[in-house]
């Protein structure tokens, strides 16, 4: 069954870097596009990043544009998310997202807390 295991979530200062991984499993990973999502308390779910199959495309929303970066590894069944001058406003659940079959399938998320 396709599986998403998100890790690399913590605790970090404003101003400081994070990276995120998402290990995946249960399809060809290589042949589908993976998005990061995030939510924070009592706010809606977001598109953060997204990247096509073989890595050539990736898109931003304009909140992160220029700080966040998402990468993938199609030898290891992994995407990544490299988070730079990170604010408090980016704590949140990181979740990563694909539609494998035509259907919806997400991670348990991973917490990112940007606090002095």
């Known amino acids: 069954q396709v599986q998403f295991v998100e890790s690399g979530g913590g605790l970090v200062q404003p101003g400081g870097s994070l990276r995120i991984s998402c290990a995946a499993s249960?399809?060809?990973?290589?042949?589908?596009?993976m998005s990061w999502y995030r939510q924070a308390p009592g706010k809606e779910r977001e598109l953060v990043a997204f990247?096509?199959?073989?890595?050539?495309?990736?898109i931003y929303a304009d909140s992160v544009n220029g700080r966040f970066t998402i990468s993938r590894d199609n030898a290891k069944n992994t995407v990544y998310l490299q988070m730079n001058s990170l604010k408090p406003e980016d704590t949140a659940v990181y979740y990563c997202?694909?539609?494998?079959?035509?259907?919806?399938?997400w991670g348990k998320g991973t917490l990112v807390t940007v606090s002095s």
């Open positions: 990247i096509t199959s073989a890595g050539g495309s990736t």
């Open positions: 997202h694909a539609r494998p079959y035509g259907m919806d399938y």
């Open positions: 249960g399809f060809t990973f290589s042949s589908y596009a």
